[in-house]
């Protein structure tokens, strides 16, 4: 499993807004573009699909933007992975003539799959925000 490219600025364009959700501030396109470094159009595109899953919501308006839809801590990244790349399931059974090795290979790959599929439904966005800060607290601390 990877991380592409689209779900990676999501979770990056979610992390801003995150930080803004006690503030109720709504954040515009260009504002979490230029801070997250996400080209401008692609992430217009990505954050109407987060809308469309109920992840984020938008407000009109000269102090429009777009901010969470709901907590941060209640957001996972397999929640913004199947919002994004839609939910991967297994590959079904093609053909009829399945070899042993391939069924073991099959079963494998699964058990991979349900692991990752944990892993991902137990880290939040509060969780992401948390490493963050305590990452940046470490990049901040000077030695003598």
Do not use: F
Request: with cysteine.
């Amino acid at each position: 499993m990877e991380l592409s490219c689209k779900t990676e600025y999501a979770l990056l364009a979610l992390l801003e807004l995150s930080s803004y959700y006690q503030r109720l501030e709504p954040l515009q396109i260009r504002q979490i573009a230029a801070k997250q470094n996400i080209p401008d159009r692609y992430l217009e595109q990505l954050l109407a699909t987060l809308r469309r899953g109920g992840l984020v919501r938008s407000q009109r308006g000269a102090k429009g933007g777009y901010l969470l839809a709901r907590e941060p801590w209640k957001i996972t990244i397999l929640d913004v992975m199947s919002c994004l790349e839609g939910s991967e399931e297994s590959a079904s059974e093609a053909t009829s003539t399945k070899t042993v090795e391939s069924a073991v290979v099959g079963e494998v790959w699964q058990e991979v799959h349900a692991r990752a599929k944990e892993v991902l439904q137990h880290y939040t966005l509060q969780d992401l925000c948390d490493k963050r800060d305590s990452q940046s607290q470490l990049d901040l601390m000077y030695y003598i």
